[in-house]
């Protein structure tokens, strides 16, 4: 079984920043890609970001040079760096690991911006 424990959501104002992690623990064999999700308010959830074992990122064009994707793979945790937050970001934010068998979803980081 792998686990995925999401933490750094909260309540921002607009034009702030979080910084989210998400830790993989288990049995996890070889990751192929780890990334974010979200799922706002009435919306359906939908690709943030994500990052493969060898670097390489992909981004929903409405976060291209606001968030940043990393990953430390000797600790299998992935980060999400969120600059200039804007409140159509606010949403559940999961995190997914893929390690080329199936996906493992964390439970969700709730990220809510307002003033």
């Known amino acids: 079984q792998v686990q995925l424990v999401e933490s750094g959501g909260g309540l921002v104002q607009p034009g702030g920043s979080l910084r989210l992690s998400c830790a993989a623990s288990?049995?996890?064999?070889?990751?192929?890609?780890m990334g974010w999700y979200r799922q706002g308010p009435g919306k359906e959830r939908e690709l943030v970001a994500t990052?493969?074992?060898?670097?390489?990122?992909n981004y929903v064009d409405s976060v291209k040079g606001r968030f940043t994707i990393s990953r430390d793979n000797a600790k299998n945790t992935v980060y999400l760096q969120m600059n200039s937050l804007k409140p159509e970001d606010t949403a559940v934010y999961y995190c997914l690991l893929n390690n080329y068998v199936m996906d493992y979803w964390g439970k969700g980081t709730l990220v809510t911006v307002s003033s």
């Open positions: 990052i493969t074992r060898g670097g390489s990122k």
């Open positions: 288990g049995i996890i064999f070889s990751i192929n890609a």
